[in-house]
């Protein structure tokens, strides 16, 4: 029983890692390509890995597929936002549909 | 033209998820194991990804674009080694897991700061 569980757990997070990278390839912008691709594929890889613990069961393996999901659920957004803040301070521009720039308005306010 | 370039790419999606869907992966597999089938075709789904994501560091207008798609390729490579722990009933493929998080983690803040146009002193 719970190796059907484990096994519905790695379909979802298949099918999410491969609309990320959909994502990735498709977005027409730095920043939306950003979100996309590392909210998509952060929750697909931390399902592939409760799904490995679930079928493997509590030994070796399956505790540190738990403490993979760990280090991903803390680095994985860490990394994104300095991605981020790293190509806006090195001047890559916003698509030209973009509605609003939040970071822009405060860099300017702390010019003033 | 632009609608020509997309017609090419969906098309070469939907023969590569068709031929994803006929033949599984026969090998990498221990031979009593039940559901062979599906873990081929999950490792070949993510390696698709994975294609997809150097599609984007071939083709990216700027450096932020390769960095992303890097950082994306490191993610899904963990799910590869969960998977191959499963298949091939071998648990040290999960450590490999670990320490290739923890590497493109630290990688894609270095890369970050070079971005920024700072030293790494700081």
Same mark, same amino acid.
């Given at each position: 029983m719970s190796n059907v569980i484990g096994l519905i757990f790695i379909g979802i997070g298949l099918v999410f890692d491969f609309f990320g990278c959909l994502g990735l390839v498709r977005l027409p912008d730095v920043y939306n390509r950003l979100q996309a691709a590392t909210k998509c594929v952060t929750l697909g890889t931390c399902s592939i890995l409760f799904g490995t613990f679930l079928i493997v069961g509590f030994n070796a393996a399956g505790l540190k597929a738990l403490l993979c999901i760990v280090f991903l659920i803390l680095t994985a957004p860490v990394a994104a936002h300095a991605i981020a803040r790293g190509a806006h301070r090195s001047g890559i521009k916003l698509w030209k549909?973009?509605?609003?720039d939040r970071y822009a308005e405060d860099k300017e306010g702390e010019a003033k | 033209m632009k609608k020509f370039r997309w017609l090419i790419g969906t098309i070469i999606l939907v023969g590569i998820l068709i031929l994803i869907i006929v033949r599984p992966l #026969? /090998? %990498? /597999?221990? #031979?009593? %194991? #039940?559901y062979l089938k599906f873990l081929g075709r999950a490792i070949y789904i993510i390696i698709l990804a994975c294609f997809l994501c150097l599609y984007r560091v071939w083709r990216g207008p700027t450096g932020a674009d390769r960095i992303v798609a890097i950082d994306i390729m490191g993610i899904l490579i963990v799910g590869l080694c969960a998977i191959l722990t499963i298949s091939t009933n071998r648990s040290w493929y999960i450590d490999i897991g670990i320490a290739w998080a923890l590497q493109s983690f630290i990688s894609t803040l270095a890369f970050s700061k070079y971005l920024e146009g700072r030293d790494f002193d700081e």
């Open positions: 549909g973009s509605v609003v | #026969p /090998f %990498l /597999f221990y #031979p009593d %194991l #039940p």
